[in-house]
């Protein structure tokens, strides 16, 4: 996984100071995506065998993400966004697992099996918005509902908690009128900020009595690739 994040965090410096092909198009003022999204549980979320571990046992997972973006500004660089995902993590104790697809198995393994709905509202600066290639960095506000399988390792009924998004990414316009292209991306979410509590059947995430006696943080690293409609894109003149 580090492997990947290093190879990401090449490719978005390799391009962060590009002003690729002429720039002949004001920047989008509305954007319209959809990204396909890779997976990996952090912090208290993350237990790589599912038996020995004392917290949720996540591992890898995979799902997807439909979203907007509003542009401001006078070079419209400053960005509102709205997104919702949805994401399932599967993890298991079998070998030989293919990242971000691991099914349930067929047979008495012990797995963990969660699905994650969330809502996403924030800021986001996009650099050279104009360009053919494009950077943006941004944080939001997070609504994360999570559930559990009854025959989930470590079941728990469903949850609403508040939490925070990072993200950074790198867009690619591929069409001559500059109205599609696609994307490239990396966010973090920890889920369980506010709302955190402990309980019976809890999801037992706080600090409180009744549960581990301290901040269980549920943490998610995505990978994401997708594709972009750019509207409101005119001719630039000077």
């Not at 973090?188 to 706080?206: E, R």
Request: glycine share 10%; proline share 4%; with cysteine.
């Amino acid at each position: 996984m580090n492997k990947i994040i290093i190879l990401f965090l090449v490719i978005i410096t390799s391009f962060f100071y590009t002003n690729s092909f002429t720039q002949t198009f004001t920047p989008p003022k509305v954007i319209l995506g959809i990204s396909f999204d890779g997976n990996f549980a952090t912090n208290d979320a993350h237990g790589t065998n599912v038996v020995e571990q004392t917290l949720y046992g996540m591992l890898w997972g995979k799902g997807a993400t439909v979203e907007a973006k509003y542009s401001l500004g006078s070079r419209l660089r400053h960005r509102i966004i709205a997104s919702v995902s949805y994401n399932k993590m599967i993890n298991n104790t079998l070998r030989n697992k293919i990242p971000f697809f691991v099914g349930i198995p067929d047979d008495a393994t012990p797995y963990t099996n969660n699905d994650i709905w969330t809502g996403a509202l924030g800021y986001e600066y996009a650099f050279n918005p104009r360009c053919r290639s494009k950077q943006f960095i941004g944080f939001a506000v997070t609504g994360n509902y999570l559930t559990s399988s009854d025959k989930s390792y470590f079941p728990f009924d469903p949850a609403f908690r508040v939490g925070l998004q990072f993200s950074t990414g790198y867009e690619f316009v591929t069409d001559r009128s500059f109205k599609t292209g696609i994307s490239l991306g990396l966010k973090y979410n920890l889920m369980n900020i506010v709302g955190i509590s402990n309980g019976v059947h809890n999801l037992n995430d706080g600090s409180d009595d009744g549960g581990a006696g301290y901040w269980r943080r549920i943490g998610m690293l995505t990978i994401n690739i997708g594709f972009n409609f750019y509207l409101g894109v005119k001719p630039y003149k000077p």
